[in-house]
């Protein structure tokens, strides 16, 4: 099993900055896919970002150059720095782990069976 703890998520106004943190704990060994899904009520979570543990990431069109997703392996934690910030960004933030050296590429939640309970980011106009 493994634990996820997101932190870092608040109010901020469009064109700030927030950055998201996600604590991993358990059974953190082996290679690993992690991502960062946001939801608002009544939609379906999207993914955001994602990263390998060798270090390759892929982002959702709609955060490419504001969003970035980043990692400490020594301290098991996962990152997303959110810069130009929109209130269209306004969500539920979760991240999300799936043991294996590989990221989809769509980013699709299916494809990850360990979630965090969520932090709420809203972003006002």
């Known amino acids: 099993q493994v634990h996820l703890v997101e932190s870092g998520g608040g109010s901020v106004q469009a064109g700030g900055s927030l950055r998201l943190s996600c604590a991993a704990s358990?059974?953190?060994?082996?290679?690993?896919?992690m991502g960062w899904f946001r939801q608002i009520p009544g939609k379906e979570r999207e993914g955001v970002a994602a990263?390998?543990?060798?270090?390759?990431?892929t982002y959702a069109d709609s955060v490419k150059g504001r969003f970035t997703i980043s990692q400490d392996n020594a301290k098991n934690t996962l990152y997303l720095q959110m810069n130009s910030l929109k209130p269209e960004d306004t969500a539920v933030y979760y991240c999300?782990?799936?043991?294996?050296?590989?990221?989809?590429?769509?980013?699709?939640?299916?494809?990850?069976?360990?979630w965090g309970q969520g932090t709420q980011v809203t972003v006002t106009s």
């Open positions: 999300a782990r799936e043991h294996g050296d590989y990221c989809d590429t769509g980013i699709r939640a299916i494809t990850f069976g360990y």
């Open positions: 358990g059974s953190t060994y082996g290679t690993y896919c």
């Open positions: 990263i390998t543990m060798s270090g390759r990431t």
